[in-house]
């Protein structure tokens, strides 16, 4: 089966820039996750998709991060306006359920370096 | 708050020899303990995963994992290591009641030859 999409696969901007990144999970999936992986540390969780409902989003900023999944497929995350400490690697996964036995399938991510 | 400690951010090992990395984690209800591996520029893989029942755990490429909640642990072992383990190694774990993971910071596990 197909894994899960992520693109693209480096972006670099400038400070106060905007950007956007794509998420498209394992067909059948109903939960999807975003992560922010930053340099030297453990991936985080910012928000938890089930179908198009949200279910977690209590560590993403809001005042800067939007995500969306509009028809309980693929997601899109945005950063608006991006600051320094937006640097790392922005990971999707998906998984059957949110059940937390259900494995989590992670796609190879997004390195965002913000300049 | 629930925590994850992975002791070691770096651990080298000689091709051939044991490889233990180190988990423990805070709770005083046992979680779900998962163990990623992550390969350069490559997403996260689920190595094995306790849930309940049998507390060791065998995984895929020869890992294993025993969970022992008298010590709060879920430490990963393989008898000997080969040039391909050579990668960076997550503990997770999903705090009982919750959909969450929480991961560790990672432990890069380097093999000599």
């Known amino acids: 089966e197909a894994g899960v999409a992520q693109s693209p696969r480096y972006k670099i901007i400038e400070k106060r820039q905007s950007v956007a990144f794509w998420c498209n999970p394992i067909s059948g999936h109903a939960t999807l996750y975003w992560y922010q992986q930053i340099l030297g540390q453990g991936p985080k969780l910012l928000i938890q998709f089930q179908n198009n409902g949200v279910v977690d989003d209590s560590q993403l900023p809001k005042d800067r991060f939007s995500a969306e999944r509009l028809k309980g497929v693929d997601s899109t995350l945005k950063i608006q306006p991006a600051k320094l400490e937006d640097s790392a690697v922005y990971l999707c996964?998906?998984?059957?359920?949110?059940?937390?036995?259900?494995?989590?399938?992670f796609g190879a991510g997004t390195r965002l370096s913000v300049l | 708050a629930q925590s994850v400690t992975q002791l070691g951010s770096h651990v080298s090992v000689s091709e051939g020899a044991l490889v233990l990395l180190r988990c423990n984690y805070s709770s005083s209800v046992p979680p779900y303990l998962f163990w990623y591996v992550q390969y350069p520029n490559q997403g996260l893989q689920l190595l094995l995963k306790y849930t309940t029942g049998a507390t060791l755990v065998k995984g895929i490429n020869g890992f294993e994992a025993e969970f022992k909640k008298s010590e709060t642990s879920f430490h990963l072992t393989k008898p000997s290591a080969h040039m391909s383990d050579a990668a960076e190694y997550f503990c997770?774990?999903?705090?009982?009641?919750?959909?969450?993971?929480?991961f560790g910071t990672g432990t890069r596990l380097k093999v000599l030859a």
């Open positions: 996964a998906s998984s059957f359920s949110g059940d937390p036995k259900n494995i989590q399938y």
């Open positions: 997770a774990v999903s705090p009982s009641g919750t959909y969450k993971y929480i």
